[in-house]
Every structure is written in structure tokens, then in C-alpha cells.
């Protein structure tokens, strides 16, 4: 069995330690494969009260997903049609992992301490607790390797204040403490060096008093500090401004009027992005500002098998985790070439692929 993953239980506290730290964590079809039984097993036994989740290594909670592994299968595989097979059989399972953690039933706490990026907040963003710290790095990137803010970015992202995650899911932004707790993705800021005392609290805390979910806020809010004044807050406004557009060449437009330093430079940042990626991705934002998250995580699985039989997918891969040149070059190369018929085809029913989610909405109380 892989190491990948690492599980104990500590009292009623059921504890997953992230444990590929060359990799930043990122998340591996094996992972998955350790994590979603354990998980399905402490969700039914009523002596686990509590999980949590953290990475190891002291740089990373999780960088993404194992999308390397994914782009590597597709290429030595070409002609078999196996490496299809690892993008079918990775993101049925990490979709479905998302899928056990947003209905898990129990409070599910993620300490994100360094990168979070991409996968990580599919393991973080679905639970109901996220402490962060002032080593967090958080982005959404995958408009940079061709892909679209996946792992139910669909969901949240349209759920952060105003147009931030279209901002977010569109550009890559990076996000640190302070922008994190001002879009609600972190609940709790606490400095890193307090980590294992929170854990040990979590460990000691009164079970048999009340709620499980008020025993975590009771215990995590002893360690809540200010986690200071967010950028990402400050250019709120002008974020408004520039994304609501119903289409990427309207955002462009909208940036190059806005004209300050930071529109300059988003302006920029959108340029460099997969021009198929950017259109996919906005019209999935649009998307999920309607519908629930259990319907969202469907129309993303085919997203993700559309969008990981396309040459941008490869390309991406290669310029910024394989080369690290950072000069993808894109097929098509310019917003204006993205037909709509092409953005329209990765939505499209997968044919002889009939993934589904157990459908949960709806059983246990509002959509969050
Ligand atoms: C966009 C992404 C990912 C990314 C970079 C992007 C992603 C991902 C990784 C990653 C980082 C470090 C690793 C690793 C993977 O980078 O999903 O194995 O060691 O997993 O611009 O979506």
C-alpha cells in the first residue's frame, strides 16, 4: 500500500496527513484511492466526531492534481488509448472523493498551511472548516495548462463576493491569508507554529458536549487571530467592474478601459492564459451561479475529459511543470479563433461514459 497518504485516528478525531512532499502533495490517483474508503469508513462509525486533513512537508497542503501523470499517460499511451483511461479513472476519483467530502456529515477540518493550489481545494473547500496561515498560497491555475477551474471551482468560485472568482478562476491570482478569510475560504486564521496545538485541542476537546460542528467552532475560535488586511479586498470595486462580462472579450475590454496598473497587468495575465480555457471556464462560472454543486461536479467531469483530450492540455503541461519555459503556444492561439461550436463541444454528453454521483442534495438540509 502507498505511503502517499498517511491516516491515524486520535480519540474521536479522525486524522489524513498528505504525505508526498517532492510532489507539493499533489494528489495521485493512489491517494484517492486510500482516502475515499477511509473516509466513507469514518463518516459511518459514530465514535470518529470529527476528520481532519493536512499536508506534510512544511511547504504544501496540495499543489493540485497529479496532472503530469495525467498528460504523461496521454502521451506514451496515444495510440492504446490508455492514457484516456488514467484521465477517465483520475477524475472519476477525484470527483467522487469531492463528492464524499461535501456530504460527509461530520465537520471536516483542512489545516492549509503553503500551497493550496487547484486538487487541494477539492479536498479543502468541500469540508465544512478551513484553518489557514500565513504561509498559505492559494490559486486556482489550470486556465495556464489548458484546463478550467475544476474540482467544483464551478460551484465555489461564483459563490466568493462579487466577481472575485471569476477573477480567480479566470487569472490564477494568487491568494494569501488575508484574502483568503476576506472570500471566506479560510474560516479560521492561526500562525503556523500553533498547528499541533490546535490538532491536540481537536484531539481533547469535549465530544459529548453539544453539536460536533460547535465543538470545532468553539475550539477552533480559542485560536482565531487577524490574519490582516486583504489586497484582493482593496481591489474589490475594480474586480467588479472588469469581470462581470458575459464574455472574455468583454473583461479584455473592460481591463484595457479600466486602465490602472493592476487592469495593465491582468490584462497581461489573461493574454498569456489557454484562449479555450479562458472561454470554457467563464461560461462553466456562469453556469454554476444557478445550479447546485452535485449537477456542477457532472458537467465538470465532462469538462475535464474534454479538456484533457485537447493538444492545449499537453502543451500546457509541458510549458509550466515539464520545460518550465512558460511559453505555451496555444491552438487556437487567440480568443477570436475560440468558435463558439468549439466551447459548446466540451459540454457535450460523453458518450459511452456514464458517470454519475450519487445525488445527495437536498438530503441534508440548504445547498451550502
Ligand atoms: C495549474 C495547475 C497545476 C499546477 C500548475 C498550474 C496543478 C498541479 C501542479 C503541480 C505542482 C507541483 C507538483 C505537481 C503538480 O501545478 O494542478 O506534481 O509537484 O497539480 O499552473 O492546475
Request: aromatic share 8%; net charge negative.
Amino acid at each position: 500500500m502507498s505511503d502517499d497518504v498517511l491516516w491515524e485516528t486520535r480519540g474521536a478525531v479522525g486524522v489524513v496527513t498528505l504525505n508526498r512532499p517532492k510532489a507539493l502533495n499533489a494528489l495521485s490517483l493512489d491517494m484517492c484511492r486510500v482516502l475515499l474508503p477511509r473516509l466513507e469508513a469514518w463518516a459511518a462509525d459514530p465514535e470518529v466526531k470529527a476528520v481532519v486533513i493536512r499536508g506534510a512537508g512544511g511547504r504544501a497542503f496540495c499543489a493540485g492534481g497529479d496532472v503530469r501523470a495525467v498528460a504523461a499517460s496521454v502521451v506514451d499511451a496515444a495510440p492504446t488509448g490508455s492514457g484516456e483511461r488514467l484521465s477517465r479513472e483520475f477524475f472519476r476519483a477525484e470527483y467522487t472523493l469531492n463528492h464524499r467530502i461535501h456530504h460527509l456529515g461530520k465537520p471536516y477540518i483542512s489545516l492549509v498551511d503553503g500551497i493550496c493550489m487547484g486538487g487541494g481545494l477539492g479536498l479543502s473547500m468541500h469540508g465544512s472548516h478551513r484553518v489557514v496561515t500565513e504561509r498559505l498560497v492559494l490559486a486556482m491555475p489550470e486556465t495556464a495548462i489548458g484546463l478550467f477551474p475544476d474540482v467544483g471551482g464551478g460551484w465555489f468560485l461564483p459563490r466568493f463576493p462579487g466577481e472575485s472568482g471569476t477573477y480567480l478562476g479566470l487569472t490564477g491570482a494568487r491568494c494569501n491569508a488575508a484574502d483568503a478569510m476576506w472570500l471566506g475560504y479560510g474560516t479560521h486564521f492561526v500562525e503556523s507554529a500553533r498547528l499541533e496545538v490546535v490538532l491536540d485541542a481537536l484531539v481533547d476537546a469535549p465530544w459529548g458536549m453539544g453539536s460536533a460542528s460547535a465543538v470545532v467552532d468553539q475550539v477552533l475560535a480559542d485560536f482565531h487571530a487577524d490574519a490582516g488586511t486583504s489586497v484582493l479586498g482593496t481591489q474589490h470595486a475594480a474586480i467588479d467592474r472588469c469581470f462581470a462580462a458575459e464574455r472574455v472579450e468583454d473583461i479584455q475590454q473592460a481591463l484595457e478601459s479600466e486602465g490602472s496598473p493592476w487592469a495593465q497587468e491582468t490584462w497581461a495575465t489573461l493574454l498569456r492564459m489557454c484562449p479555450t480555457s479562458l472561454k470554457v471556464s467563464l461560461r462553466q462560472l456562469r453556469m454554476g451561479r444557478t445550479r447546485g454543486y452535485d449537477e456542477m461536479a457532472l458537467v465538470e467531469y465532462r469538462l475535464s475529459q474534454a479538456m484533457t483530450a485537447r493538444a492545449d492540455f499537453r502543451e500546457g503541461i509541458r510549458a509550466v511543470l515539464v520545460d518550465k519555459d512558460n511559453k505555451p503556444r496555444w491552438h487556437p492561439g487567440t480568443l477570436g479563433d475560440v468558435s463558439e461550436a468549439d466551447v459548446e463541444a466540451c459540454f457535450a454528453p460523453l458518450e459511452g461514459d456514464p458517470f454519475v454521483l450519487p445525488s445527495r442534495e437536498g438530503a441534508r438540509g440548504p445547498r451550502r
